[in-house]
């Protein structure tokens, strides 16, 4: 009879080790993991205060701002632009940068844009033109203190490093991301964030 019943009980339980509590109002889905007792140790995210977020390779947090677990990602806030500078506040860490060995990546539908850029720039082969994304996103209040700066977009593809976007001294100071983004959206509509992808667990 005790088999019967802990043979009973036991479906009820497995599933719970996997499944995350909410952190705040959001889900936390397999195989992310907020604790030990929960999701999958190799997908750990934080919850700090009721907000879920992301650790960088450097050991700075980034706001998650969704997740999509049936497409395997989910999108961090970019770090906000210091006011009256044109300088990321992750500046002094060389932007944001993934740790390898961990299952997530940088996926390739966001167009990063770099802003307060040395001349070198001019020399790859980024949109750096009157009519880069990155001239609409100085008129918006964040992106203010980076007009009249050299500066340029890019997409995110496959042939570049899926694990940095990286900002420095002498190159470029700040940065913003918006996924997913289509030349005809005005920049109201923009979806600012940085997209990452996981690999699913084996």
Wanted: charged share 15%; net charge neutral; with cysteine.
């Amino acid at each position: 009879m005790f088999l019967i019943v802990s043979l009973l009980i036991l479906p009820s339980h497995v599933p719970a080790l996997d499944a995350c509590p909410k952190c705040g109002s959001m889900n936390v889905p397999y195989p992310l993991s907020i604790g030990d007792n929960c999701g999958n140790p190799r997908y750990r995210i934080y919850c700090n205060n009721g907000t879920l977020e992301f650790l960088s390779a450097q050991g700075l947090y980034y706001r998650i701002l969704s997740i999509n677990p049936s497409a395997h990602k989910l999108v961090i806030s970019p770090p906000m632009i210091v006011k009256n500078t044109c300088c990321s506040s992750d500046l002094a860490l060389g932007g944001l940068r993934l740790d390898e060995n961990l299952p997530f990546n940088i996926s390739t539908r966001n167009t990063v844009m770099l802003f307060n850029c040395s001349d070198n720039i001019l020399l790859s082969p980024l949109n750096c033109s009157s009519t880069s994304y990155c001239r609409q996103y100085e008129e918006v209040e964040e992106g203010s203190g980076c007009k009249g700066t050299l500066c340029c977009h890019f997409l995110k593809d496959t042939s570049m490093t899926s694990h940095m976007i990286r900002v420095r001294v002498g190159g470029c100071t700040a940065y913003t991301s918006v996924v997913n983004i289509k030349p005809e959206d005005p920049v109201d509509t923009w979806n600012y964030g940085i997209e990452l992808q996981w690999l699913p667990p084996f």
